[in-house]
């Protein structure tokens, strides 16, 4: 590969590193940038003979001190590409929040997202790679890499054995690995309710599916409790139980669709970077005891037309004095 | 036949490499942000003497700082040894790991913490001078075989830099459990490890695998005294920011604790007769009762310390002092310190009117310094307001 195309990948990689680390959504095809940018990676080790990470007695002096000047700077670029690419997030995150009312993914803490993950680790692993790809000095140890992809050329194709190995890990990972939970996200509000009596506290949390490279069920909801009943509020696709009418005559119908719903909100928490969420309904029932049952299910498929697809659900039940019985 | 040009040997640059504009703005803006850190949450935004310590010691560090940079490293130096520089690299090493310990996951940073921060500081600039800055000095001031060990302490860097970031990234994976341990490892302290690996690593490996110096040679000129002295004044300075906040943190334990005069904080006198309330702290005796409120800042220790605003009112006619009916006493605890942790006893005071007609009112708390936690002093803060309304702190 010449220096041209070499360069040329590395730009490419660059672009696919800066996708990932942007806060623009992927919706479900995350493992394609994935695959892709491992597909670039394999192209720049073949290209540059694996020189970082061929050890050093393989390697001739010319060789060493090549890939020793490349660790170099490439350490350095890290730092200056964490900069960066934390720029590029924070570009992208007002261009996508500018007509969102509310940050989705707010309510649940699902830790560093696996975009994030993948960002990081190519930065670790293949910027020294990048940098001898680059060989921006030209000098003459220009023959070191030509030397190094002559190497081993036999057994490139095992390389590109990776790339499946990459999308069968991530398909078993979502289509049976075993869900976790996932806190309860900065959002916290606890006080008072709308009418004097009630008690309120926000709830959040979410299951994860695939360890945060498939997705993640949020569940965020304003509950409160009277004594006789808990219940959800804000959400105007669950109304509150009929025993509650008479507090609505001092609310007016705006008030109750407005301000409170932006703290309940059904589907409001999913994360879909990886496999795409579907159907999601959100169910509240009361029992005869005035414990509520507040019920999020979604389908997390992995794959398009349902394939490898499995139901999620995620449950917060508390009693009419506030006890949480079960929650994410 | 491809021949390979021989790179001539650079001649080195002579001395130690000057910090450059960047590195004072760098230090500069460093300075302000810990400044801005450290003096804002301990001064409540004004209280400026309460922060003279701290912007003292702060000063002393920079002080510090610019003294060890301006000691020329001389073959034979003790900095020079392998055994200081492998000594500050673990120094560094457990420093990185005191500041992970001792941060909370959210974006305030504890006094502990900041501490260690500060002793890191430090410690770059030892490690700066150990390595005559080898690692991320320009291309043209190292020779070939200068560059070569760089080259090679980066290779070496990497992969450490490598582990620790998969470490962390396999711990977000894993599980719930390992997920909050990942968030709480990157809180605030974390996040500036990070960065200290990104930016130090390699001059640490540097450090470490440099050869040992050769030996002076004996017919070798002898360093100028004035270098020997600022040499000597620059291990006298980090002496003394290292045994500083620990011989502060003693004081917390030996001073005895001290109290701002009393502010008399009643209202002006009303117009109207015969309500409860306003009075002098004169104490002049009076048919009425005469009421009043008083402040003072109880304080323990100095630059290692802890206060406690204590709020008292009362009420006396010239032969007893009492609490006013229908008023109770509401809690006053220490406000959490410097480097100190306080375990309030008794928050709410205890009111006694003595057979003199004194009022005595009690608050009782534990201080321990947080650096030398083993230490702790029980503090009894009593403000005594006497029968015609003369008030005194007593600790």
Known sequence: MTRSLRRVAVVAVAAVTAVLASALPLHGFGIVVVVVLAGLDILLLQATG?????????????????????????????GLAVLLLGLVWFVSYVFVAQDATVSAGAGIDSGIAGRVLVVAAELVTMMATCVVAWREDGSPESDGVAAGAGQGRNGQWVAWLLLPAIVAAWLLAVAWGPPQSVARGSISIIGGGPAS???????????????????????????????????????????????????????????????????????????????????????????????????????????????????????LVVTRTGKVLEQP | MNSTPVREPRRRRHGAHR?????????????????????????????????????????????TWGMVA??????????????????????????????VATSSPGAQLGSATVLLLLFLVLLNIALGRATERMATAPDGSVDERQEALRNHAHRLAYPVFAVIVG??????????????????????????????????????????????????????????????????????LVVMVFALPFLASVGVVVLPPHSSAVIDTSPPPPQVSGTPGPSSTGGQQATSPQCGSFMSTVSAGWGVSAEMPVFAYACWDGHRASAPSGNTYGPVCWAPGTLVAVTAEQCTPSAVTASDGTLTLTWRATVSPELLPFLNRRVEVKVIIDKNGQVEVHT
């Open chain 2, 167 to 236: 470490a962390l990234l396999i711990a977000d994976v894993v599980s719930t459990q390992s997920r909050t341990w990942t968030e709480h490892a990157l809180g605030s302290g974390g996040l500036l490890v990070f960065l200290e690996l990104l930016f130090v690593l390699p001059g640490m490996v540097l450090a470490v695998i440099e050869p040992a110096p050769p030996p002076p040679e004996p017919d070798a000129p002898a360093r100028p005294r004035a270098a020997n002295r600022q040499a000597r004044v620059a291990v006298v």
């Open chain 1, 197 to 315: 009596g009630w008690t309120c506290h926000e709830f959040g949390g979410g299951t994860m599916i695939g360890a945060e490279f498939g997705a993640t069920v949020g569940l965020r909801a304003y509950v409160c409790w009277d004594g006789t009943d808990a219940f959800v509020w804000g959400d105007p696709a669950v109304p509150p139980p009929a025993s509650l009418n008479h507090y609505f005559k001092p609310f007016t119908a705006l008030e109750f669709d407005g301000a409170n719903t932006l703290e309940t909100g059904c589907g409001m928490d999913n994360l879909s970077d990886f496999a795409s969420v579907g159907a999601t309904t959100c169910t509240e029932r009361i029992d005869a005891g005035g414990t509520m049952h507040y019920t999020v299910s979604a389908r997390v498929s992995p794959l398009p037309f349902g394939i490898a697809s499995r139901e999620v659900s995620v449950a």
């Open chain 2, 19 to 63: 910090p450059g504009r960047a590195g004072v703005l760098l230090a500069l803006a460093v300075a302000l942000l810990v400044l801005l850190i450290v003096t804002l949450p301990a001064a409540g935004g004004s209280d400026i003497p309460s922060i003279l310590p701290t912007l003292g010691y702060l000063m002393l560090v920079f002080v």
């Open chain 2, 70 to 99: 301006g000691v020329r490293r001389e073959p034979g130096s003790w900095l020079g040894r392998r055994a200081v520089r492998r000594g500050v690299v673990a120094a560094i090493a457990a420093d990185c790991v005191g500041v």
């Open chain 1, 50 to 78: 694996w020189l970082a990470f061929r050890r050093g007695s393989a390697l001739d002096e010319r060789q060493t001190a090549l890939r020793d000047r490349a660790y170099r700077r490439g350490f350095r670029l890290i």
